[in-house]
T-cell receptor, first 114, second 115 residues
Framework: QQQVKQSPQSLIVQKGGISIINCAYE??????FPWYQQFPGKGPALLIA?????SEKKEGRFTISFNKSAKQFSLHIMDSQPGDSATYFCAASKSGNQGGKLIFGQGTELSVKP | EPEVTQTPSHQVTQMGQEVILRCVPI?????FYWYRQILGQKVEFLVS????????KSEIFDDQFSVERPDGSNFTLKIRSTKLEDSAMYFC?????????????FGQGTRLTVV
């Protein structure tokens, strides 16, 4: 019940295209859903995050769509660029005094071809 | 921009040896975490630390692991007797709020290789 399932494992997109990565969770206590971007040899860096009181959040070319009833959320990267090539992780956590440990998905390796 | 710093960037150790991984979290942050990432796999939670004590730990974080905040700035992860399967990238992270989820900032990681 603590798992977050992410797909696809890898994704190849042409420059200018839309990249879509999907995640699903089971624990309805999760109330924070961030996406992290990781370049080789670097730590994960927060890209965008959403809470379940909204169904969509957009920041520049990056959009999270959130479906609470289906317990799914997805990342859309519009106008994908070669510089977006990285590994993307969805994650989930729940608020509380124990703090917000992140449960990560398996990761998606995105390659944007010029 | 404030950042989480980790040292060393790469540590090679013999099986059975003790290692200490060091982290300097962002100065006003209150929550501290260790995560690990085995090559090609997902990032896994190890432990969270708040108010000078462990607040949560995963099943990975067994008796061989310990954490400490020896002074006001450093946060360390100790592995007492390393095993080959401890080889991984270890990430330290910190966040501001103990109650509401706020952004967790990750360090660059320490690559631990156990030989």
């Amino acid at each position: 019940q603590q798992q977050v399932k992410q797909s696809p494992q890898s994704l190849i997109v042409q420059k200018g295209g839309i990249s879509i990565i999907n995640c699903a969770y089971e624990n309805t206590a999760f109330d924070y859903f961030p996406w992290y971007q990781q370049f080789p040899g670097k730590g994960p860096a927060l890209l965008i995050a959403i809470r379940p009181d909204v169904s969509e959040k957009k920041e520049g070319r990056f959009t999270i769509s959130f479906n609470k009833s289906a317990k799914q959320f997805s990342l859309h990267i519009m106008d994908s660029q070669p510089g977006d090539s990285a590994t993307y992780f969805c994650a989930a956590s729940k608020s509380g005094n124990q703090g917000g440990k992140l449960i990560f998905g398996q990761g998606t390796e995105l390659s944007v071809k010029p | 921009e404030p950042e989480v710093t980790q040292t060393p960037s790469h540590q090679v150790t013999q099986m059975g040896q003790e290692v200490i991984l060091r982290c300097v979290p962002i100065s006003n942050h209150l929550y501290f975490y260790w995560y690990r990432q085995i090559l090609g796999q997902k990032v896994e939670f190890l432990v969270s630390f708040y108010n000078n004590e462990i607040s949560e730990k995963s099943e990975i974080f067994d008796d061989q692991f310990s954490v400490e905040r020896p002074d006001g700035s450093n946060f360390t992860l100790k592995i007492r007797s390393t095993k080959l399967e401890d080889s991984a990238m270890y990430f330290c992270a910190s966040s501001l709020s103990p109650r509401m989820n706020t952004e967790a900032f990750f360090g660059q990681g320490t690559r631990l290789t156990v030989v």
